[in-house]
């Protein structure tokens, strides 16, 4: 089994910036790829962007495309979600994902692990 663990939330201003951490421990050799997540109140989760175990390879939606850049730091088990520019739509709690087959996706449900998430919440 993989464990997730998301850090680096936290309060900001319209503009600002955060870095989220996503923290991997078990048996991380059968990651494929990590994924992020974010969901508002109300609202139905949604992608943010992936990246491949160990870096190199990125996808984003296009609300974080050209704002948000996600990298993979393999030799501490660990990925980044770093946002810039944020704006009070960017609220919502942020959440990573890991899949172990071999493929990209944008749904949930492909999914096989999740962290507990971390609150992003951005002020005017």
């Known amino acids: 089994q993989v464990q997730l663990v998301e850090s680096g939330g936290g309060l900001v201003q319209t503009g600002g910036s955060l870095r989220l951490s996503c923290a991997a421990s078990?048996?991380?050799?059968?990651?494929?790829?990590i994924g992020w997540f974010r969901q508002a109140p109300g609202k139905e989760r949604e992608f943010v962007g992936s990246v491949k175990w160990g870096g190199g390879v990125t996808t984003y939606s296009p609300s974080a495309l050209g704002r948000f850049a996600i990298s993979a730091d393999i030799a501490e088990n660990t990925v980044h979600l770093q946002m810039n520019d944020l704006e009070p739509e960017d609220t919502a709690v942020y959440y990573c994902a890991a899949v172990q087959r071999s493929v990209y996706s944008a749904r949930e449900g492909d999914y096989d692990y999740w962290g507990q998430g971390t609150q992003v919440t951005v002020s005017n």
């Open positions: 078990g048996r991380t050799d059968s990651i494929y790829s």
